[in-house]
């Protein structure tokens, strides 16, 4: 069974940086790719970014290209997120997603995940 968990969320003001982890139990973490989604208030989950099982390839959503970088250390199980130059608009809880071992490939669409974490909020303010 896998299990992913988030943490690293919390407020911070407009400009400033965040740092998410996800840490996956279970085998399959290092031959699967993973992504970061997010869903604010009333709003549907949104891609971030993902990242290739071996951590060559990234790729992310044009609102947070430039800002957000995603990384991964197969050896510790863990991604991470590093969130800079925050804005009020990036508030939603976030999300770490695994797919499924074997799928290998950085996906952008939420159905394409297997596993997911209960998620962690950050709240930019203005």
């Known amino acids: 069974q896998v299990q992913l968990v988030e943490s690293g969320g919390g407020l911070v003001q407009t400009g400033g940086s965040l740092r998410l982890s996800c840490a996956a139990s279970?085998?399959?973490?290092?031959?699967?790719?993973m992504g970061w989604f997010r869903q604010a208030p009333g709003k549907e989950r949104e891609f971030v970014g993902a990242?290739?099982?071996?951590?060559?390839?990234?790729r992310y959503a044009d609102s947070v290209k430039g800002r957000f970088t995603i990384s991964r250390d197969n050896a510790k199980n863990t991604a991470y997120l590093q969130m800079n130059s925050l804005k009020p608009e990036d508030t939603a809880v976030y999300y770490c997603?695994?797919?499924?071992?074997?799928?290998?490939?950085?996906?952008?669409?939420?159905?394409?995940?297997?596993?997911w974490g209960q998620g962690t909020q950050v709240t930019v303010s203005s």
């Open positions: 997603a695994l797919r499924a071992p074997g799928r290998l490939a950085a996906a952008g669409t939420a159905n394409e995940y297997d596993y």
């Open positions: 990242i290739m099982w071996s951590g060559s390839v990234t």
């Open positions: 279970g085998r399959t973490f290092s031959s699967a790719a």
